[in-house]
């Protein structure tokens, strides 16, 4: 199943302008909280170097885009609604905004870096609220909400395990299948609370909210994109944001969608994730425009080394997520599907998948029927528990072919 990335964040700090930046999908963009009233998905696109520009061969993409040797590959992102302290009691939309989070692998959270808005998302001052705050509030937020729904079936769920010896990660795991929670997560979070599986029994109430805060950060793990960079003191709280231990990418959101839309028009060339852009029609601009964006250039990119917001979302899949770049191929001399296109494809899949679950990822036919698959590098013949490694491209000969 592929992974889904979440937007999260208190109101108003610029994560609708992310989504649209990243996205293009048309999106209301105000000032003012709540204006995400529902979650919103979109399709944005994490960067690889293309195999075809390591072999020197033109490649025929499908599935994904490839420019300048660069692939663009497919991803899935949620904007979700604005947070306010009491989320998880309900208030503000902090039902629709938990309800909207469970289903993402990983978390972007979008913090305002200058500190100019408030915890109840209010437009201040620069420099006046903290946004350390802002990324502990959710923390807070998710972790009483998991608590509370950890806690309604807790001793039950407890006590089986105790008459049963087993692992309380065993009979957790259906009660937290609804929130994307695998028995995996669940046992390494209790080996990293320090905590005994099969004497959940005799946890403390300290033990119980450990455990709690380590499956959230298992489970949702999160990086920070500190936005708004170019604004007064975001370099200070930057730098705070990162020694307070945090993954934290600064992040220019405005910046981003302005030349995306710009690019989009013929004004500009750009790329996200570049590190520079080109004006390619100054006539075409009033003084102002082109003033605006060297401005952009020395406040975002000359600074920061572009608007950090592909860098961002790169990290949230490889880093987080341990996703790796594979390519499959029928014809492993030529590198081409059965139509004849040079590495037509490009898939994201988690570290340590095998090459017959690769083959499922392909299609299910192939995984049924898998006979062997070919690296089209080595030649070499793997079995089915080979683990791919980052830009292998495979071949999978199965018995059945795809329908």
């Known amino acids: 199943m592929a992974k889904i990335v979440g937007l999260v964040g208190k109101a108003n700090v610029g994560k609708s302008t992310f989504f649209g930046a990243a996205t293009l999908k048309p999106v209301e963009i105000a000032g003012f909280p709540f204006t995400t009233l529902k979650a919103d998905r979109g399709v944005a696109y994490i960067t690889a170097p293309c195999a075809c520009k390591e072999l020197g061969i033109q490649d025929d993409p499908q599935n994904s885009a490839c420019v300048d040797g660069t692939r663009l590959i497919p991803v899935d992102l949620i904007d979700t609604p604005g947070l306010i302290p009491g989320a998880h009691q309900g208030k503000g939309l902090g039902n629709q905004f938990l309800d909207e989070v469970r289903r993402a692998d990983a978390l972007i959270v979008v913090a305002d870096a200058s500190g100019a808005t408030n915890l109840q998302g209010q437009v201040v001052d620069p420099m006046t609220n903290d946004p350390i705050d802002d990324v502990k509030m959710f923390e807070q937020e998710f972790d009483l909400w998991l608590r509370a729904l950890l806690n309604k079936d807790w001793s039950s769920i407890s006590r089986t395990a105790q008459t049963a010896k087993e692992a309380i990660s065993k009979h957790l795991e259906q009660k937290m299948t609804g929130l994307g929670i695998s028995r995996p997560q669940i046992a390494r979070a209790v080996r990293q609370a320090g905590l005994d599986e099969y004497r959940s029994y005799q946890w403390s109430e300290e033990d119980f909210v450990n455990f709690a805060t ?63 852009f080109t004006i390619k029609n100054p006539e075409k601009l009033t003084a102002g425009q082109i003033k605006a964006l060297e401005r952009m250039r020395e406040k975002v990119f000359v600074k920061w080394g572009g608007t950090g917001i592909q860098k961002v979302l790169n990290e949230a899949f490889y880093g987080l997520l341990n996703m790796i770049v594979a390519y499959p191929v029928e014809d492993p001399e030529k590198l081409t599907d059965s139509q004849g296109r040079v590495l037509p494809d490009c898939f994201l899949v988690p570290q340590g998948t095998t090459a017959k679950q690769f083959a499922g990822v392909i299609h299910s036919d192939l995984m049924e029927g898998f006979i062997y698959a070919m690296n089209a590098r080595t030649k070499r013949r793997l079995k089915d528990s080979y683990e791919l490694q980052d830009k292998d491209i495979i071949q999978i000969v199965s018995a059945k072919s795809r329908r």
């Open 214 to 276: 380590q499956l959230r950060k298992v489970a949702k793990p999160i990086i920070v994109a500190a936005n708004k960079a170019d604004r007064e003191g975001a370099d200070i709280n930057i730098k705070r944001i990162e020694e307070a231990g945090y993954k934290v990418v600064a992040t220019c959101a405005e910046a981003e969608l302005a030349l995306r839309r710009a690019a989009e028009a013929g004004l500009v060339d750009y790329t996200p994730g570049d590190s520079d």
